[in-house]
């Protein structure tokens, strides 16, 4: 999946490097884009805010991901919902529930939606949608830069998605995933971002003992 989308955002920034002259600085789009495209992994703290017709739930995370697939993602809030946590090997998805003290595991069918609430999806999906936009805008005083993707598929309850990163220090700021009728269902508010940080061994490791 690296190299896919690595050779899909180097496509994008030929044109607008070769425009370059020399000793010319990359544009700030560039730059965000050449980030993107070397981006092995990531770790972060996020707070996940769920919007359904039932109402709001808004959880504190802990987040990891590499872009060959592997993810985990750790609940640290609220209390109810604290130590639980998700994690996908490459192959298998485990499901800890800390109240229970007990894992589900399973074989999971090959979907982009396991992974949608991860950057490296909304990286595909942003290279392949058509009429993606690029916009200036103001997010907590902060002078973003933000991108939007088409979610490919028949779920309308995901059909579009926005990323907003920070112009100065080109982490990501935001990410919000939209229904078909544009109303927001998922928004991660991310904070201590990490490109390509050094994983801890065993992070993505399904335990014999979580099955």
Request: net charge negative.
């Amino acid at each position: 999946m690296k190299k896919g989308i690595a050779m899909l955002l180097a496509c994008a920034l030929a044109f607008g490097l070769s425009a370059c002259g020399k000793g010319e600085q990359m544009s700030e789009m560039e730059a965000i884009q050449k980030q993107l495209a070397e981006m092995e992994g990531y770790s972060c703290t996020a707070e996940l805010t769920r919007t359904s017709n039932k109402g709001q739930n808004t959880y504190g995370t802990k987040q990891y991901y590499k872009s060959t697939g592997e993810y985990r993602m750790e609940l640290t809030s609220p209390e109810s919902a604290a130590g639980n946590y998700t994690v996908f090997d490459g192959q298998q998805v485990c499901q800890y529930n800390s109240r229970l003290g007990r894992s589900l595991v399973k074989d999971v069918p090959e979907s982009q939606h396991r992974n949608e609430l991860f950057l490296g999806q909304f990286v595909k999906n942003y290279m392949q949608s058509e009429g993606v936009t690029v916009e200036a805008a103001a997010l907590d005083e902060a002078k973003c830069a933000v991108l939007e993707a088409v979610i490919p598929g028949s779920d309308t309850s995901v059909s579009t998605e926005k990323l907003w990163v920070d112009r100065e220090t080109l982490l990501p700021v935001r990410f919000v995933i939209y229904d078909a009728e544009g109303e927001e269902r998922y928004r991660m508010d991310y904070s201590d971002f990490v490109f390509n940080p050094v994983f801890e061994e065993g992070l993505f490791v399904i335990e014999e003992s979580e099955g």
